[in-house]
């Protein structure tokens, strides 16, 4: 940041007054007024950050959303910060054109052996006004991704997260873990509010209403943070991901189709959330709702109310559950077996 240099120039005069000799004519001198220094200019207020957290079942469109609406926030003159939650550590790579960035929690480690620092230099990269970074997490079967993610905020705070200056922090959370780690911005209010992207798929909706259950779960507990709506992909117009928002109280901040141009252009990375594409007027109204949406309590559904959004025969519906027996569980011949428990002989 640059320093504020007006503060010092009234000081200065103040100084300078108290330095002058006063003529020997003049009267005794008067009780000192006690002046407070009028507060120095400043360029505007000073935005508050939002910091938003998206949450969805790994596959649904977090990244290829998120890195388009970042993109589209930048091109609105938006400073915008795309950070990764995923262990996958696939958030950015849209943005970055298909390219890897190093992510926090392997730069750390490696700069620790090294006895280096890191620096902010070392994992935020930036593309036409979106800076974006990757926790990351730890290789398969050797840690806990959300242990991973607690370490990887508190390596953010070590580098001055909260004296960054950026109108949006953006943060990709999946959403099938239900570890503590994952749901760290709702447990401890780091966000304003949660967004969740599905589709019209059952698996997906699901992952949307846990995330759900999540939210008024804490706002009992004294949380502040809400849903701020839903962001419909690959929408083919069934209507599910609609019907789940209605359901449980959440706006639909925008659907985007299953369309073949926009599969093919996000295989080959190419950004759309861009004025120029065809698309750009879809995620142009994205980031307007995203902003303006208010965080509300959802009502989560019950299972059997989600699975009532589907069509009878996807579903089951008439099917009366059968209670099983232990003569069902053994093959319709129940037979007492002696304990396996070992009794040791009192000493």
Same mark, same amino acid.
């Given at each position: 940041?640059?320093?504020? &240099?007006?503060?010092?120039?009234?000081?200065?005069?103040? &100084?300078?007054?108290?330095?002058?000799?006063?003529?020997?004519?003049?009267?005794?001198?008067?009780?000192?007024?006690?002046?407070?220094?009028?507060?120095?200019?400043?360029?505007?207020?000073?935005?508050?950050?939002?910091?938003?957290?998206?949450? =969805?079942?790994?596959?649904?469109? %977090?990244?290829?959303?998120? $890195?388009?609406?970042? #993109?589209?926030? $930048?091109?609105?003159?938006?400073?915008?910060?795309?950070?990764? /939650?995923?262990?996958?550590?696939?958030?950015?790579?849209?943005?970055?054109?298909?390219?890897?960035?190093?992510?926090?929690?392997?730069?750390?480690?490696?700069?620790?052996?090294?006895?280096?620092?890191?620096?902010?230099?070392?994992?935020?990269? %930036?593309?036409?006004?979106?800076? $974006?970074?990757?926790?990351?997490?730890?290789?398969?079967?050797?840690?806990?991704?959300?242990?991973?993610?607690? @370490?990887?905020?508190?390596?953010?705070?070590?580098?001055?997260?909260?004296? *960054?200056?950026?109108? #949006?922090?953006?943060?990709?959370?999946? =959403?099938?873990?239900? /570890?503590?780690?994952?749901?760290?911005?709702?447990?401890?209010?780091?966000?304003? %509010?949660?967004? +969740? +992207?599905?589709?019209?798929?059952?698996?997906?909706? #699901?992952?949307?209403?846990?995330? /759900?259950?999540?939210?008024? #779960?804490?706002?009992?507990?004294?949380?502040?943070?809400?849903?701020?709506?839903?962001?419909?992909?690959?929408?083919?117009?069934? =209507?599910?991901?609609?019907?789940?928002?209605?359901?449980?109280?959440?706006?639909?901040?925008?659907?985007?189709?299953? @369309?073949?141009?926009?599969?093919?252009?996000?295989?080959?990375?190419?950004?759309?959330? &861009?004025?120029?594409?065809? *698309?750009?007027?879809?995620?142009? =109204?994205?980031?307007?709702?995203?902003?303006?949406?208010?965080?509300?309590?959802? &009502?989560?559904?019950?299972?059997?109310?989600?699975?009532?959004?589907?069509?009878?025969?996807?579903?089951?519906?008439?099917?009366?559950?059968?209670?099983?027996?232990?003569?069902?569980?053994?093959?319709?011949?129940?037979?007492?077996?002696?304990?396996?428990?070992?009794?040791?002989?009192?000493?």
């Amino acid at each position: 940041m640059t320093p504020d &240099t007006s503060v010092a120039q009234p000081q200065a005069t103040l &100084t300078e007054s108290k330095a002058t000799p006063a003529p020997a004519s003049r009267s005794p001198a008067r009780k000192p007024v006690d002046r407070k220094p009028s507060p120095s200019p400043q360029s505007g207020p000073r935005k508050e950050t939002q910091i938003i957290a998206i949450y =969805g079942k790994g596959g649904s469109g %977090k990244s290829f959303a998120l $890195a388009n609406l970042s #993109y589209m926030m $930048a091109e609105q003159g938006k400073r915008v910060l795309l950070i990764g /939650c995923d262990p996958k550590s696939d958030t950015t790579s849209l943005l970055f054109g298909g390219r890897a960035t190093p992510t926090i929690i392997e730069t750390s480690a490696k700069k620790k052996l090294a006895g280096e620092e890191v620096a902010i230099s070392d994992v935020c990269f %930036k593309r036409d006004g979106v800076f $974006a970074m990757e926790l990351g997490g730890p290789e398969v079967g050797r840690g806990c991704g959300g242990r991973g993610i607690i @370490h990887g905020f508190e390596l953010l705070e070590k580098l001055g997260f909260h004296d *960054w200056g950026f109108d #949006y922090v953006l943060l990709d959370f999946l =959403g099938d873990v239900v /570890c503590g780690g994952f749901g760290l911005p709702i447990a401890r209010d780091m966000c304003q %509010k949660v967004i +969740v +992207v599905g589709s019209n798929d059952l698996q997906s909706l #699901y992952v949307a209403n846990n995330v /759900c259950s999540a939210v008024e #779960y804490f706002r009992k507990l004294g949380g502040n943070v809400g849903v701020a709506g839903m962001i419909v992909n690959k929408d083919d117009g069934t =209507g599910e991901a609609h019907a789940f928002a209605e359901a449980a109280g959440i706006p639909v901040l925008a659907s985007i189709p299953a @369309h073949e141009d926009i599969r093919r252009k996000s295989a080959n990375y190419q950004i759309i959330g &861009t004025k120029s594409s065809e *698309w750009g007027s879809l995620f142009a =109204g994205l980031a307007t709702n995203v902003a303006s949406a208010p965080p509300v309590r959802p &009502t989560p559904l019950t299972q059997d109310g989600l699975l009532g959004l589907f069509a009878g025969e996807a579903v089951g519906r008439g099917v009366v559950l059968e209670p099983a027996s232990f003569e069902d569980m053994c093959g319709g011949v129940a037979v007492t077996k002696p304990s396996l428990e070992v009794i040791y002989d009192a000493v």
